[in-house]
């Protein structure tokens, strides 16, 4: 059994689900969804993508219909080297255009940082960039009874990852008054990735300090309304990188209308 686990690690990352690929365009531009979510996140912004662009969706490792292996610890690495392979598969020219949506933008960013000169420009949008001492000053803080919007979140994710089975009743309950297409997934299939991913990938980045390390432009796209996000993290590293850009909408961590304009805006020819 032991033998099998190791084997397992070893093997190369699992190729990823492409849900949708427009297969035409000189510049590809590959949309990465976030935790517990599904390529229908992209749903706004597909049909107002210039036919300029190769426009492919792919469904993140764990997560609606790609490979949920359950030997890996789902690190932004796992995620990145599986996102990497299929990118590898669809033949896609370099450099490519990365735009991730919360939990995918840390994933774009990790990709960037294992291949620079592959990316031509990250859009990271809703993305939650942590400070790699957030989450302990935070839970510090709350434990104080000092509490704050941004430490009841981090609370939150604690509480979500211990209690399996209050979460999938609530992800239930809101998919029954969300409009059809509402880019939630969350099953006991997907309970593991996500706990994993949540645990891992965000809980225990280092974003900031790979962002620091990256020479390529980068855009923050944000809600003013958004409670997952910490604005202030992208102030820091606009004032230490030039080739940084903030755009900021009257919107939720969901992607509106108008964050989609702002998306296809933000492109880079």
Do not use: C
Not at 31 to 57: C, E, Q
Not at 174 to 186: C, N, Q, Y
């Amino acid at each position: 059994m032991v033998i099998k686990k190791w084997f397992n690690k070893l093997r190369r990352p699992k190729i990823l689900n492409v849900s949708y690929d427009s297969v035409q365009g000189s510049t590809a531009v590959v949309f990465l969804h976030g935790i517990a979510s599904n390529s229908d996140t992209w749903k706004p912004v597909l049909p107002i993508m210039p036919s300029t662009y190769r426009s492919i969706t792919i469904d993140l490792l764990g997560f609606a219909n790609s490979p949920k292996p359950t030997y890996l610890d789902y690190t932004v690495k796992d995620h990145a080297r599986a996102v990497l392979r299929t990118i590898n598969k669809l033949k896609i020219k370099t450099p490519y255009i990365l735009v991730g949506h919360s939990m995918g933008g840390l994933i774009a960013v990790e990709i960037a940082k294992i291949e620079p000169k592959s990316v031509k420009q990250l859009i990271l949008v809703s993305t939650p960039i942590y400070n790699s001492n957030d989450i302990s000053k935070q839970a510090r803080i709350y434990n104080s009874n000092k509490k704050t919007v941004t430490n009841i979140l981090f609370y939150i994710y604690d509480l979500l990852i211990e209690k399996q089975n209050l979460t999938l009743k609530a992800v239930q309950k809101i998919l029954k008054v969300a409009p059809s297409g509402f880019p939630l997934m969350l099953d006991g299939s997907s309970w593991y990735p996500f706990k994993m991913s949540l645990k891992k990938t965000i809980m225990q980045q280092k974003t900031m300090l790979d962002i620091n390390k990256l020479q390529i432009p980068i855009v923050f796209l944000y809600g003013r309304l958004d409670a997952l996000i910490i604005a202030n993290n992208y102030n820091k590293l606009a004032n230490n990188n030039s080739k940084i850009k903030i755009i900021k909408t009257n919107s939720m961590h969901i992607i509106s209308k108008n964050m989609s304009k702002k998306i296809v805006d933000s492109l880079k020819k």
